[in-house]
């Protein structure tokens, strides 16, 4: 691993010290190898941080990957925030979304239902922009005193924890980031402004994150702390504090009413202490609270070990103070309030941004102020790798979920949402706010990805699809290879049809499902590419991916589901009786 301690020899004004410029009149054979030079040169540190895009395109590849429909909060937001005909209620901006400040996420929502269709992906660009800047605010207060090799690999760890699979959740479900990485960003922007002794800027930001989540309360305390430790006057140390004082009191008597899912506030000690501390430490583990609390620990233990600054690098390091206590405070405002939700609260995706935070804050007091030189490349070069591959459970059980909101978007769109009054609330008054916005999943970018004009409301020749044989609904191939069209499950729940199973033409699993009525018109469709191991256990050779899951309106008459696959179409009928829920 590259060294990342000071530069040796190099000067503060930036210049090559004497003995690199007297390298250029050496003799060739004395002159430092190419090694040496990528180590002592410029080049080396600008390689190494480059390598701080690489999460961030991670993270653009999974929010390109993921569904268009929007996520949980934002339907209540959207319902809180327009009218019936989709028209903008200014008043509602200024309200509140489980106790929480809401302001500029419900702005920003508003502006994605508005005038980008309502989709889920552009708004998850603006949230990776977000956290770029999160990682570009945490370079421009790395303290002036670090090497071009520490600064590199600090701003490389930050980008890391930022975009860390652990917080797939906040990209992925641009709502959650709209939120949370939005508040980091002017959390950092308030600390940095307050690190270069500008507290008006410092104050403002603290106002705009305040207003993003209630989480974002921990930055007053924060920016006094600051100030306390540039040595700033008694005035400045103050304002912060007196503001944040101002800023809870006015939330305590202007919140809405009292709740928001899930079970109240706990009473027990312990069962907090270990919500806030696990998050503090969730990305060191997989899916384990025990290792999330004992790395919560570890973090705070370290910092406690450093507590002990120099008078003459108080200045420099007030910032990473201040963001650690800014992370702290973060933890103890979750653990009093989610605590009663388990023993795993406190490793929930959208909390990443807060446990990045605290873990910044410790990679740069070790690495700038450590008492333990010898072990500060390690310290970096385990965070940036552990903390990665560790993330993967988390990841995966976020992608795991996005056949259900590509199926809700479906549901949606045919005016079926029955099955998922979880994660879609009132549709009757929700589906003509849609409709009147042009908002997705009722714009041009939806599809059910089919191809050959097989959309919703559109009417298909069927004449040359292929039916299996009735009653099994599977047909040998002249090649020996079978068809089967497997539908396990047809059940009415509410308005909707849910249909469920598995589908496979020789060796190639379905690539898109619809649901066609007697006349041929497409009335309903789903998800394919499901993994399915009971089926795919009875089909030697296939690829995994065989299950489907479809909906339609639960309305009288035939219906007929179809499957695409490589080779052509394939479809069967419905039964006319299907199961009630």
């Known amino acids: 691993m590259t060294d990342i301690a000071p530069d040796a020899g190099s000067r503060r004004d930036g210049s090559a010290p004497e003995e690199e410029r007297a390298s250029e009149h050496q003799p060739e054979a004395a002159r430092p190898g190419p090694l040496r030079r990528l180590r002592d040169g410029r080049l080396g540190p600008v390689l190494l941080g480059l390598l701080s895009v690489v999460p961030p395109l991670m993270m653009l590849r999974e929010v390109l990957r993921y569904p268009q429909m929007h996520f949980f909060d934002y339907w209540w937001v959207l319902l809180d925030i327009t009218r019936d005909d989709g028209s903008l209620r200014p008043e509602a901006l200024f309200g509140f979304r489980n106790e929480h400040p809401f302001v500029l996420p419900s702005l920003l929502f508003w502006l994605s239902a508005r005038y980008g269709h309502g989709l889920n992906q552009p708004l998850g660009l603006l949230i990776i922009a977000f956290g770029a800047g999160c990682v570009l605010l945490v370079w421009a207060m790395l303290p002036r005193s670090l090497g071009r090799w520490q600064r590199a690999a600090l701003v490389v760890a930050a980008s890391t924890l930022v975009f860390n699979p652990h917080g797939i959740h906040n990209y992925v479900r641009s709502m959650s980031g709209a939120s949370w990485i939005l508040a980091l960003l002017l959390v950092l922007g308030a600390l940095l402004a307050m690190q270069r002794g500008r507290p008006v800027p410092a104050v403002v930001a603290g106002l705009l994150a ?276 497997n539908v396990e499950t047809d059940q009415v729940t509410g308005g909707a049809r849910m249909l469920k199973g598995w589908a496979i033409s020789g060796i190639e699993r379905a690539r898109c499902v619809a649901v066609l009525d007697q006349n041929g018109t497409v009335v309903g469709g789903g998800v394919v590419d499901i993994p399915r191991a009971d089926a795919e256990s009875q089909t030697v050779g296939i690829e995994i991916g065989l299950g489907f899951r479809a909906v339609a309106p639960a309305a009288p008459g035939p219906l007929r589901v179809a499957f695409g696959f490589p080779d052509g179409w394939w479809i069967r009928p419905l039964t006319e009786s299907p199961q009630k829920s």
């Open 210 to 485: 305040s207003i993003s989540y209630g989480t974002s309360f921990a930055v007053w305390p924060a920016l006094a702390l600051v100030a306390w430790m540039r040595g700033d006057r008694r005035a400045r140390v103050v304002t912060p504090l007196v503001v944040g004082f101002a800023v809870v009191a006015a939330w305590l008597v202007l919140r809405g009413p009292q709740g928001g899912g899930g079970g109240s506030p706990t009473d027990d000690p312990a069962q907090a202490m270990l919500a806030g501390l696990s998050m503090l430490g969730m990305v060191w583990t997989g899916t384990e609270p025990a290792m999330a609390l004992l790395a919560g620990v570890a973090g705070l233990a370290v910092l406690a070990l450093h507590a002990r600054v120099a008078p003459e690098h108080r200045a420099a390091s007030a910032g990473w103070w201040g963001l650690a206590v800014y992370a702290v405070g973060c933890a103890v405002m979750i653990s009093g309030s989610r605590a009663a939700f388990g023993e795993s609260a406190g490793l929930q995706s959208r909390y990443n941004s807060m446990t990045a935070a605290l873990w910044i804050a410790v990679l740069v007091i070790v690495v700038a102020w450590g008492r333990w030189p010898n072990l500060r490349n390690v310290v970096v070069g385990v965070t940036v790798l552990a903390t990665v591959a560790l993330g993967a459970p988390m990841a995966q059980s976020v992608r795991d979920d996005a056949p259900n909101q590509r199926l809700l978007a479906v549901a949606a769109r045919v005016g079926a949402p029955d099955a998922f009054t979880d994660r879609f609330p009132e549709p009757g008054r929700l589906i003509p706010r849609l409709q009147a916005l042009g908002h997705y999943p009722f714009s041009p970018e939806f599809t059910l990805g089919c191809g050959g004009g097989v959309e919703i409301g559109s009417r298909v020749d069927t004449s040359t699809w292929r039916t299996p044989s009735i009653g099994s609904f599977r047909e040998p191939r002249p090649q020996g290879w079978d068809v089967i069209l």
